[in-house]
């Protein structure tokens, strides 16, 4: 196990490229597979999480070539998988077990998705439950993973309102849909990410979206495409944070995707007075990109709006640390979510802004934060292996006149392999021991 010493830093000043965007990278392999022909991927996240998906993959019999972030895909067509010899192993990731439960629901043969420790406690009923309604064969562990799916069923199409606003129930059954029979219709009643609605255009295929319902007409075929993955906005949400609560700074993140179903985190921080200007707004294989400059700013306390929250669902960990440098209260309700992600994210936060005294309330569906001073209360803060709350409290030490500690930061690899090369390269000042 390694963990993050970080020191207090001076000014941050430079232009970087965070990586690649996870939630593209795991579609690109995913509908790459399942198209007729050849699909070039370039900027592929090279993170542990869609490696999973790329692995799990070519387990299935898909040849796929990588070199560092650029891929190639042989697809194999809308029925050409193959059985896995073993069951798929995800690792921590969320996105590919929900996505791909759908996607193998709907083949020939037999399944059986596992992951990590973290993984095998999160909640897969959301999804058995329409895949079932589906005509689907999928069981869990107590709705958890390890999931079983029996192969070999025709699906059809239903019309399925989202208990919660998710990309990944939405995404599943989408994919599911291409398979069954008639229409399959998702209503949302909050945004998420339309990535796959997107990407399924990219590759030919009807998607239609009036107002909230999104549907797909089952029965169709993929045809493979060029995909050129842009910066993911959850990864420079950090430097974002960090370049305005830094003093004497100015970062510019080059080519980051501003999609807008993620970019709550930019809506959020300019409500608590974040200097964040977005320039060079351009297109890129049907994204919306833009090099964003941040500056030090004087941050205050709101109450954060919640139809923002779906919009920046990923970023509350290191938003609760630009809270706890704002003047003022913050409060965030409506965000249950995080308590089913990689970690309880409000609990776990919570207890390390505790560590450094900072004043904070938790809420069933959020919390209150105080901003403040950081004061050491502890020699050192648990991630509980959760990446984002690694990169959040390394985000905290710009602010901080002692050192801090985080303990559990292997995890940072499944979605931002270089954070440190990259922190360090703008003046921040973090080693990872261990
Ligand atoms: C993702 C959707 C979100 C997000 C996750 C990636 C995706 O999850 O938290 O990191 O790629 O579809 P939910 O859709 O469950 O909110």
């Known amino acids: 196990m390694s963990n993050f010493v970080t020191s207090n830093s001076g000014s941050l000043r430079g232009t970087i490229k965070v990586p690649g965007d996870k939630s593209i990278s795991h579609r690109s392999i995913m509908l790459g597979s399942i198209a007729d022909g050849v699909t070039r991927v370039s900027g592929f996240l090279e993170g542990e999480d869609s490696l999973a998906t790329l692995n799990a993959f070519k387990e299935m019999g898909v040849n796929i070539e990588r070199d560092g972030s650029s891929v190639v895909i042989h697809g194999v067509g809308m029925r050409g998988l193959k059985k896995p010899k073993n069951p798929l192993n995800l690792g921590n990731s969320g996105t590919s077990i929900r996505l791909m439960s759908g996607l193998l629901s709907a083949q020939e043969f037999d399944s059986e998705l596992c992951g990590d420790e973290s993984l095998s406690t999160r909640p897969m009923g959301r999804v058995i439950k329409p895949l079932r309604e589906m005509g689907a064969d999928i069981s869990g562990n107590d709705s958890k993973p390890p999931l079983t ?38 209503i949302e009643n909050g945004i998420s990410r339309d990535h796959t609605e997107r990407m399924l255009k990219g590759f030919g295929y009807d998607v239609t979206t009036s107002n909230n319902k999104i549907s797909v007409l089952g029965g169709g075929s993929l045809k493979g495409c060029n995909i050129e993955v842009p910066s993911d906005i959850s990864s420079a949400a950090f430097f974002m944070v960090a370049g305005c609560i830094s003093k004497n700074s100015s970062i510019i993140l080059n080519s980051v995707n501003i999609n807008p179903t993620r970019t709550g985190v930019i809506e959020i921080l300019k409500l608590m007075g974040g200097n964040i200007q977005l ?27 919640e139809n923002l929250v779906p919009l920046a669902i990923d970023e509350f960990p290191v938003l609760f640390v630009a809270a706890s ?67 959040a409290f390394a985000i905290a030490s710009v602010r901080s006149n002692f050192d801090i500690e985080i303990e559990g930061v292997d995890n940072v690899k499944t979605s931002f392999p270089n954070f440190v090369e990259l922190a360090n390269s703008i003046g921040m000042k973090i080693k990872q021991e261990g």
């Open 279 to 305: 320039l060079n707004q351009r297109l890129q294989a049907g994204e919306l990109i833009a090099d964003i400059k941040v500056s030090s700013s004087n941050l205050k306390g709101i109450q954060i709006p």
């Open 149 to 186: 799916i029996i192969g070999g069923k025709k699906l059809t199409a239903i019309e399925y309102t989202l208990p919660v606003a998710s990309a990944q129930i939405k995404s599943c059954l989408l994919l599911a849909g291409l398979y069954s029979e008639g229409m399959t219709s998702i």
């Open 325 to 391: 440098c704002a003047d003022g209260e913050t409060v965030l309700t409506g965000a249950k979510e995080l308590r089913v992600k990689e970690s309880d994210r409000i609990q776990v936060m919570a207890d390390g802004l505790n560590s450094l005294g900072i004043k904070n309330e938790v809420l069933e569906d959020g919390i209150r934060i105080t901003g403040g001073e950081f004061t050491k209360q502890t020699s050192s803060i648990l991630s509980h292996h959760d990446h984002r709350i690694s990169m």
